[in-house]
Protein backbone atom coordinates (compact mmCIF):
# COMPACT_ATOMS: atom_id res chain seq x y z
CA UNK A 1 0.00 0.00 0.00
CA UNK A 2 1.03 3.59 -1.19
CA UNK A 3 1.42 5.98 1.83
CA UNK A 4 -0.31 8.90 2.02
CA UNK A 5 0.73 12.43 0.84
CA UNK A 6 0.53 14.18 4.47
CA UNK A 7 -0.29 18.03 4.11
CA UNK A 8 2.84 19.01 5.36
CA UNK A 9 4.23 17.41 1.89
CA UNK A 10 1.35 19.49 0.35
CA UNK A 11 2.72 22.28 1.72
CA UNK A 12 6.22 21.81 1.50
CA UNK A 13 5.77 20.96 -2.62
CA UNK A 14 3.66 24.44 -3.00
CA UNK A 15 5.97 25.97 -1.26
CA UNK A 16 9.15 24.46 -3.89
CA UNK A 17 6.99 25.52 -6.51
CA UNK A 18 6.12 28.91 -5.15
CA UNK A 19 10.37 29.57 -4.67
CA UNK A 20 11.58 28.02 -8.43
CA UNK A 21 8.61 30.12 -9.95
CA UNK A 22 9.67 33.31 -8.44
CA UNK A 23 13.20 32.33 -9.21
CA UNK A 24 12.62 31.86 -12.50
CA UNK A 25 10.49 35.02 -13.02
CA UNK A 26 13.56 37.23 -11.48
CA UNK A 27 15.52 35.46 -14.27
CA UNK A 28 13.01 36.22 -16.83
CA UNK A 29 13.30 40.09 -15.69
CA UNK A 30 17.03 39.83 -15.28
CA UNK A 31 17.40 38.78 -18.99
CA UNK A 32 14.78 41.53 -20.59
CA UNK A 33 16.97 44.05 -18.77
CA UNK A 34 20.06 43.45 -20.51
CA UNK A 35 18.06 43.34 -23.56
CA UNK A 36 17.23 39.42 -23.80
CA UNK A 37 14.19 37.85 -23.93
CA UNK A 38 14.25 35.08 -21.38
CA UNK A 39 13.88 31.71 -24.00
CA UNK A 40 16.96 33.41 -25.88
CA UNK A 41 18.78 33.51 -22.21
CA UNK A 42 18.03 30.06 -21.78
CA UNK A 43 19.56 28.71 -24.93
CA UNK A 44 22.58 30.80 -24.53
CA UNK A 45 22.86 29.04 -20.79
CA UNK A 46 22.26 25.73 -22.38
CA UNK A 47 24.98 26.56 -25.34
CA UNK A 48 27.42 27.63 -22.71
CA UNK A 49 26.76 24.71 -20.18
CA UNK A 50 26.44 21.96 -22.38
CA UNK A 51 28.35 18.95 -20.94
CA UNK A 52 32.09 18.82 -21.61
CA UNK A 53 32.23 16.71 -25.34
CA UNK A 54 28.52 17.59 -26.27
CA UNK A 55 27.96 18.77 -29.55
CA UNK A 56 25.83 22.14 -29.82
CA UNK A 57 23.87 20.76 -32.13
CA UNK A 58 19.81 22.13 -32.98
CA UNK A 59 18.83 18.92 -31.75
CA UNK A 60 20.28 19.12 -28.32
CA UNK A 61 19.66 22.71 -27.69
CA UNK A 62 16.13 21.65 -28.51
CA UNK A 63 16.08 18.71 -25.99
CA UNK A 64 17.92 20.53 -23.51
CA UNK A 65 15.43 23.30 -23.61
CA UNK A 66 12.68 20.89 -23.82
CA UNK A 67 11.58 22.73 -27.29
CA UNK A 68 10.58 21.37 -30.38
CA UNK A 69 13.32 21.69 -33.82
CA UNK A 70 11.70 24.62 -35.54
CA UNK A 71 11.02 26.67 -32.06
CA UNK A 72 14.26 25.91 -31.13
CA UNK A 73 15.58 27.35 -35.00
CA UNK A 74 13.45 30.09 -34.48
CA UNK A 75 15.35 31.05 -31.28
CA UNK A 76 18.76 30.75 -32.81
CA UNK A 77 17.35 33.00 -35.62
CA UNK A 78 17.27 35.78 -33.81
CA UNK A 79 20.16 35.17 -31.36
CA UNK A 80 22.30 34.97 -34.63
CA UNK A 81 20.58 37.84 -36.03
CA UNK A 82 22.37 40.20 -33.01
CA UNK A 83 25.28 38.60 -33.20
CA UNK A 84 25.44 36.12 -29.81
CA UNK A 85 25.96 32.84 -32.07
CA UNK A 86 26.83 31.35 -35.25
CA UNK A 87 25.93 28.18 -36.94
CA UNK A 88 27.96 25.97 -38.91
CA UNK A 89 28.40 22.55 -40.68
CA UNK A 90 30.26 20.08 -38.33
CA UNK A 91 33.51 18.77 -39.79
CA UNK A 92 32.52 15.30 -39.72
CA UNK A 93 29.22 15.32 -40.73
CA UNK A 94 28.08 17.95 -42.83
CA UNK A 95 24.52 17.48 -42.79
CA UNK A 96 24.82 18.63 -38.95
CA UNK A 97 24.41 21.86 -37.50
CA UNK A 98 26.46 23.12 -34.99
CA UNK A 99 25.96 26.59 -32.84
CA UNK A 100 29.15 28.30 -31.27
CA UNK A 101 28.71 31.14 -28.57
CA UNK A 102 29.94 34.42 -30.28
CA UNK A 103 32.32 36.60 -27.90
CA UNK A 104 29.32 38.96 -27.68
CA UNK A 105 26.47 36.50 -26.68
CA UNK A 106 29.51 34.92 -24.33
CA UNK A 107 29.54 38.80 -22.92
CA UNK A 108 25.46 39.15 -22.54
CA UNK A 109 25.37 35.62 -20.81
CA UNK A 110 28.06 36.01 -18.32
CA UNK A 111 26.18 39.54 -17.42
CA UNK A 112 22.93 37.80 -16.58
CA UNK A 113 24.70 34.86 -15.07
CA UNK A 114 26.43 36.93 -12.85
CA UNK A 115 23.12 38.95 -11.71
CA UNK A 116 21.41 36.08 -10.94
CA UNK A 117 24.48 33.93 -9.09
CA UNK A 118 24.26 36.92 -7.40
CA UNK A 119 20.73 36.70 -6.48
CA UNK A 120 20.79 33.04 -5.85
CA UNK A 121 23.27 34.05 -3.58
CA UNK A 122 21.01 36.46 -1.42
CA UNK A 123 17.89 34.58 -1.87
CA UNK A 124 18.48 30.45 -2.56
CA UNK A 125 18.39 29.73 1.30
CA UNK A 126 14.33 29.96 0.68
CA UNK A 127 14.71 27.67 -1.86
CA UNK A 128 17.34 25.20 -0.50
CA UNK A 129 14.83 25.34 2.52
CA UNK A 130 11.52 24.71 0.09
CA UNK A 131 13.86 21.61 -1.49
CA UNK A 132 15.40 20.35 1.56
CA UNK A 133 11.49 20.46 3.61
CA UNK A 134 10.90 17.95 0.81
CA UNK A 135 14.30 15.45 0.66
CA UNK A 136 16.49 16.68 3.39
CA UNK A 137 15.77 16.74 6.99
CA UNK A 138 12.12 17.38 6.64
CA UNK A 139 11.81 14.70 4.51
CA UNK A 140 13.11 11.98 6.99
CA UNK A 141 10.54 13.35 9.71
CA UNK A 142 7.88 12.62 7.48
CA UNK A 143 8.68 9.31 6.51
CA UNK A 144 8.70 8.85 10.57
CA UNK A 145 5.79 10.37 11.24
CA UNK A 146 4.16 7.95 7.86
CA UNK A 147 5.72 4.98 10.00
CA UNK A 148 4.29 6.01 12.65
CA UNK A 149 1.00 5.82 11.56
CA UNK A 150 1.00 2.60 9.61
CA UNK A 151 2.53 1.55 13.08
CA UNK A 152 -1.36 2.42 14.55
CA UNK A 153 -3.16 1.39 11.69
CA UNK A 154 -1.85 -2.32 11.96
CA UNK A 155 -2.26 -2.15 15.48
Request: with cysteine; glycine share 6%.
Amino acid sequence: MTPRILTVQYRALAQLRYRIRHFLRDGDATARQLGLEPQQYLLLLALRGLPEGTKATIRTLAERLALKHNSTVELINRLEKHGYVQRSRSLDDRRCVVVTLLPRGKKLLEQVARQRITELRASGAALVNAIDALLGHGWQSTKRKIRRRLAKKAM
